[in-house]
């Protein structure tokens, strides 16, 4: 599951003090997504997948 997701849908504007809280609220909401059976809304195609990743290839014929 994205950060941004996380940040966004589960924690909002909320911080949370220790990382087992933090564990324990990512969990719940992991759980109840499950449950709730939502599912996952991708916005990247396969095109627009194999243009990121040659965006990102390093070029090191010019080094």
Do not use: F, Y
Not at 7 to 24: A, N
Not at 32 to 46: P, Y
């Amino acid at each position: 599951m994205g950060l941004n997701l996380i940040t966004r849908q589960c924690l909002g504007k909320r911080r949370i003090p220790t990382i087992e809280e933090l564990r324990r609220e990512v969990n719940a909401w992991c759980a109840e997504r499950n449950q709730k059976k939502i599912a996952v809304h991708w916005h990247l195609t396969t095109e627009g997948a194999w243009n990121m990743r040659n965006r990102d290839v390093l070029d090191v014929s010019a080094v």
